[in-house]
């Protein structure tokens, strides 16, 4: 049962990280300048004569050994392949960690800008930990929900006046 809860709020958090954060269309886009930038370093390589970039496939390993930091990728014989391996350096480093910032914070920062949704995801919980509660909480918890049904029905009787 716990495990099944578990999966529950894992499959919501994947779903709010998608629908309310940056990350699915900056992870695109990483991957189509990941694509475009490898094209390039592998073109202006590819005739070079020492060149360690000898294929498409080594060029798409060169760009993630550049972008991600890891200090493992071969330097581009051709001052134009540099170029265009610095540019993709920066750039996708960027985008990188910059999406992973910027999903860590959308994420955390939601709540707090849709106190509403927090509401709601705060009586999803607690709903699904009923069968933990005393009696004395599942009595609070009736008054509770007797309450805001009262609520929900004054607005609804206020919204159909106007």
Same mark, same amino acid.
């Given at each position: 049962m716990?495990?099944?809860?578990? #999966? ?5 958090? /994947?779903?709010?990280v998608t629908a309310?954060?940056?990350?699915t269309k900056?992870?695109? /886009?990483?991957?189509v /300048?990941?694509?475009?930038? !490898?094209?390039g370093? +592998?073109?202006?390589?590819?005739d070079?004569?020492?060149a360690?970039? #000898? !294929? &498409?496939g080594h060029?798409?390993y060169?760009g @993630?050994?550049?972008? !991600?930091?890891? =200090? ?12 265009i391996?610095?540019?993709?350096i920066v750039? =996708? !480093?960027?985008l990188?960690? =910059?999406t992973i @910032?910027?999903t860590?914070? =959308? &994420?955390?920062?939601?709540p707090?800008?849709?106190?509403? %949704? ?6 999803? +919980?607690?709903l699904e930990q009923?069968?933990?509660l ?5 009595d609070?918890? %009736? ?7 009262? #609520? @929900? ?7 159909? @006046?106007?």
């Amino acid at each position: 049962m716990r495990r099944l809860k578990s #999966h529950t709020r894992f499959k919501r958090f /994947l779903k709010d990280v998608t629908a309310h954060t940056p990350f699915t269309k900056m992870v695109l /886009l990483l991957m189509v /300048l990941w694509l475009i930038f !490898s094209a390039g370093i +592998y073109f202006a390589e590819r005739d070079i004569e020492g060149a360690s970039i #000898h !294929s &498409y496939g080594h060029a798409l390993y060169w760009g @993630v050994a550049a972008f !991600s930091t890891a =200090g493992i990728a071969d330097t581009p014989a051709s001052s134009i392949a540099q170029f265009i391996g610095g540019i993709w350096i920066v750039l =996708g !480093s960027v985008l990188f960690f =910059g999406t992973i @910032v910027a999903t860590v914070t =959308g &994420y955390f920062m939601r709540p707090m800008q849709r106190p509403h %949704k927090q509401i709601i995801d705060t009586v999803e +919980y607690n709903l699904e930990q009923l069968d933990d509660l005393s009696i004395d909480e599942l009595d609070l918890l %009736k008054e509770t929900v007797d309450t805001l049904i009262a #609520h @929900v029905e004054h607005l609804k009787k206020k919204q159909s @006046v106007k």
